[in-house]
Structure formats: structure tokens, C-alpha cells
């Protein structure tokens, strides 16, 4: 089997990520309301009184929520495809990964509450 190269190779990523987006925003209520909220969030920066670095700053501590929650997701799919059953295993790496999705939450509001107080 030949492996896609060059300008194809970034067309099927796109694509490959392009499906991703969608299944997180059908099957990741965390994701959907995350997404809403930066959205809105990243929509309000540009009506505050912040120089563009600080507005740079501002949305990119917000998409690194959205990068953590899927991350998060992908290892809850991993672990539920592997098995549905309680692990010890398995517990840890859910709880790491919603421990990882809350500190980049507290990174984000941080970050804001710096630029705006």
C-alpha cells in the first residue's frame, strides 16, 4: 500500500481533523460547551482595551483548552475501547486527563485575570 505524500498527505489530515472537529462537537458535551464559551470568550477579547499581544495571549489560553479537552477525550476512547471494566489503570488515566483539561482551565483564567487586572 502506497502512503499518500506531499499536498495529498495534507489534504487527507485536513479532512482526518475536519471529521474530529465534528465527532468532538456530536459526541463531547465538555467540548461543545467549551467550544461555545470560547467562542463567545474569544469574540468579547476583541472589544477589550488590550494591546493585540495581550488579545493573542488571551484567545491562545483559551484553544489550549480545546486542545486538552480532546487529548482528554481521545484517552477516554482508548481506555473505554480497551475495556468498560474498573481498572485501577484506567481510573488514573481518566482522572490525569480531566486534571490536565482543569489546569488548562485555571491557565486561561489566569491569564485573563493578569491582561485584565
Do not use: P
Not at 502506497?2 to 487527507?12: C, D, E, P, Q, S
Not at 468579547?44 to 487529548?71: N, P
Request: hydrophobic residues 55%; glycine residues 6%.
Amino acid at each position: 500500500m502506497k502512503k499518500n505524500t506531499g499536498i495529498i498527505r495534507l489534504v487527507y489530515a485536513g479532512l482526518y481533523s475536519w471529521q474530529g472537529f465534528k465527532s468532538a462537537l456530536v459526541n463531547e458535551a465538555a467540548f461543545l460547551q467549551e467550544f461555545i464559551a470560547i467562542l463567545f470568550l474569544a469574540g468579547l477579547s476583541f472589544f477589550l482595551d488590550v494591546s493585540s499581544y495581550e488579545r493573542l495571549a488571551m484567545i491562545i489560553s483559551l484553544i489550549l483548552i480545546l486542545i486538552v479537552e480532546i487529548i482528554n477525550s481521545a484517552i477516554e476512547c482508548v481506555v473505554d475501547r480497551i475495556s468498560t471494566e474498573k481498572h485501577i489503570l484506567a481510573g488514573r488515566a481518566k482522572d490525569y486527563g480531566s486534571l490536565a483539561v482543569l489546569l488548562s482551565i485555571f491557565t486561561a483564567i489566569t491569564t485573563w485575570m493578569v491582561i485584565l487586572l
